[in-house]
């Protein structure tokens, strides 16, 4: 699952379990409320159960569909998630919630077009929810439209200004854009929102990171980690200023960590390889850009050290080899790129 999508769960929620008369129905309810009970204490196992029974005793739920598949998803369920969300919304087409719940899952599996469709509809319906708004502008952003992510996020933060959400998203979008500046900013008032919220200390540590403030980006890194400590990706983003500041074994230590909690965190794999490279350790290193690579192939960096890496081991062609994907993802290359393309066509001719 994204990095993206994985962060906006708690922007969905359970609905009640209110719903028709009758002995069943009440009982298909009070089954319903204790699952949200277990789920909102993240008892993901026992709400899936008390949901089911809601199901045995009305069939028709909507709700209970709706909130069973919420609790699959946040096990990593998303294929379980959908049927769940498909059935809620066959007895329910109006349930936005579902709707939200539906384009979430669907971006987690890369059908990102499917979850823009949801969240569409489901603006249609609630157009003064400023969480839909939000959960659109994520899509955007994994399609890489970040203007019309910014405009989402904007209308998300007219319609409820102290959403913290909406503003950290807006930061992430201006972030990726080169708007540094106006990226803090946004950073401040969701941590002035809420002080607890980790990921926007990730987003601060991050960009302080950019910035050459590797101090103040480890104490605000320290910060999410310390509230969050199960994310991979504030490990990696740790990770990258101790490699920075020159402390390559707390680098490893950091890199590693976010590995073991989220094998999907490419970056992790790009930064452990070109430390590992530095050690001479050049199988491992490779494997390491190899994985990253594999993950993320349009990863240009990635390409780009290993190239270094085979170059060092004189496997002169498939260096070259790299550095032209690495050329076709970047296009301009800077001066001393020109010199290391120059230096592998040399000895190419060589040979």
Same mark, same amino acid.
């Given at each position: 699952m994204s990095r993206c999508i994985g962060l906006l769960f708690l922007l969905v929620c359970a609905v009640s379990g209110a719903q028709a008369q009758g002995s069943r129905a009440q009982s298909a309810a009070s089954y319903v409320?204790?699952?949200?009970?277990?789920l909102n204490k993240g008892e993901l196992e026992r709400a899936i159960d008390d949901y089911s029974l809601a199901?045995?005793?009305d069939g028709g739920h909507a709700g209970a569909y709706h909130n069973r598949g919420l609790a699959r998803m946040r096990k990593g369920d998303l294929d379980g998630a959908l049927r769940d969300f498909d059935r809620s919304l066959e007895l329910n087409p109006r349930l936005a919630m579902a709707l939200l719940s539906r384009g979430l #899952?669907?971006?987690g599996k890369g059908e990102i077009a499917a979850g823009l469709a949801d969240?569409?509809?489901a603006i249609e319906l609630t157009p003064r929810d400023s969480k839909a708004w939000v959960l659109r502008g994520a899509a955007h952003m994994q399609l890489g439209e970040f203007d019309a992510a910014i405009a989402d996020f904007n209308e998300a933060i007219r319609l409820d200004p102290r959403l913290a959400a909406a503003w950290r998203a807006r930061c992430g979008a201006r972030y990726v854009k080169g708007e540094?500046? #106006?990226a803090l900013g946004d950073c401040a008032q969701s941590l002035k929102l809420?002080?607890?919220?980790a990921m926007a200390l990730n987003d601060r540590g991050c960009i302080m990171t950019d910035k050459g403030d590797l101090d103040g980006a480890l104490g605000s890194l320290d910060q999410a980690i310390k509230l969050d400590p199960l994310q991979g990706y504030f490990y990696n983003n740790r990770g990258k200023v101790w490699y920075l500041k020159g402390d390559f074994e707390r680098a490893l230590g950091d890199l590693d960590r976010a590995l073991e909690l989220d094998e999907g965190v490419a970056p992790a794999w790009l930064l452990r390889g070109v430390i590992l490279a530095k050690r001479s350790d050049y199988p491992r290193a490779i494997a390491d850009i190899d994985q990253a690579i594999k993950l993320d192939p349009r990863l240009a960096d990635a390409w780009f050290n290993r190239a270094v890496v085979l170059s060092q081991q004189g496997r002169f062609p498939e260096a070259a080899a790299d550095f032209a994907r690495y050329r076709k993802l970047?296009?301009?290359l800077k001066p001393e790129e020109e010199q290391l393309w120059r230096e592998l066509k040399g000895h190419l001719e060589q040979k």
């Open positions: 409320e204790r699952g949200n009970g277990w199901i045995i005793f #899952a669907r971006c969240f569409n509809r540094i500046e #106006a809420n002080p607890r919220e970047v296009g301009k």
